[in-house]
């Protein structure tokens, strides 16, 4: 039984690509939007934010509830959430690519195909966001559709593809929200690949958790990297960037959903074209 939440959902079945296998979309627009255009917050792990039946082991992000109520009870700007259902090519598509590709270890990439079932095709699915999927939201619902008001949500190895979607196309994406990034995947080739295209903090937020995480020991040296990049390229703690930590949260949905209302903030906040 799906969850209550207010406003209302459009699930855009088995939406086609030339890039990627087929997938549901499903679209939150909150309640008394009428003709005003909103931004648009596109959330990976589509089938974990809406409804428990979908949602793996039954428990969602609340993602309909958190926004909510930051909208009734703290007058927060709203926003439009697409959630875009991953596949059983999750781990492919969400491995960031070029780090991978530029790596001079071709021991790598074999390592990381013969684990995963294949190599990273995370740029197909990047063409799909951008040139397929974004576009027909824009078309399709009342959208603000310029970089400033485009952002990018995920979990554990959704937060690695976010962040890399907003590095790839920063003309597209100003913000992306990483939780639980899984950084143990991703290692030590994303690190360098921020070194060289970490976007500009003048126009970009990116936000950063975690709690109790596999590996934590090995997971927070790269975090605690990637906060080295981020100190060294521009970015500000609390202005445009955040990094925090949960002790002894665990790595699940019911964990994120506990937390989400922190990264929300943190984009809607300065969302200053609201008004």
């Known amino acids: 039984m799906s969850e209550h939440f207010a406003g209302r959902i459009v699930r855009h079945t088995d939406f086609a690509s030339k890039h990627v296998d087929s997938r549901h979309i499903e679209v939150w627009v909150p309640p008394d939007q009428g003709t005003k255009p909103l931004p648009v917050l596109?959330?990976?792990?589509?089938?974990?934010?809406?409804?428990?039946?979908?949602?793996?082991?039954?428990?969602?992000w609340g993602v309909a509830e958190t926004l909510t109520r930051l909208i009734e009870e703290e007058s927060l700007p709203a926003a439009i959430v697409v959630g875009i259902w991953n596949t059983r090519r999750r781990i492919p598509e969400y491995m960031p690519q070029r780090p991978l590709d530029d790596w001079?270890?071709?021991?790598?990439?074999?390592?990381?195909?013969?684990?995963?079932?294949?190599?990273p095709s995370s740029d197909a699915y990047l063409k799909f966001m951008v040139e397929e999927l974004k576009p027909f939201i824009d078309r399709e619902y009342q959208t603000r559709p310029g970089a400033d008001s485009t952002w990018?949500?995920?979990?554990?190895?959704?937060g690695l593809i976010s962040l890399y979607a907003a590095c790839e196309h920063p003309s597209v994406f100003s913000a992306a929200c990483c939780l639980s990034t899984s950084w143990t995947v991703g290692g030590r080739v994303m690190i360098r690949?921020?070194?060289?295209t970490l976007p500009s903090p003048a126009t970009h937020k990116l936000y950063f958790d975690y709690g109790s995480e596999a590996q934590i020991a090995r997971y927070e040296r790269l975090q605690q990297a990637a906060n080295r990049v981020l100190s060294r390229g521009g970015y500000r703690r609390e202005k445009n960037w955040m990094t925090r930590r949960f002790p002894g949260a665990a790595h699940d949905e019911a964990a994120w959903r506990a937390r989400l209302d922190v990264p929300l903030r943190f984009l809607l906040e300065s969302d200053h074209s609201a008004d």
């Open 42 to 60: 596109y959330m990976q792990d589509g089938q974990n934010l809406f409804h428990g039946q979908d949602s793996f082991a039954g428990v969602t």
């Open 193 to 196: 690949y921020l070194e060289r």
């Open 104 to 119: 001079a270890d071709p021991s790598i990439l074999n390592r990381f195909s013969k684990t995963y079932g294949g190599k």
């Open 152 to 158: 990018l949500m995920g979990s554990s190895m959704g």
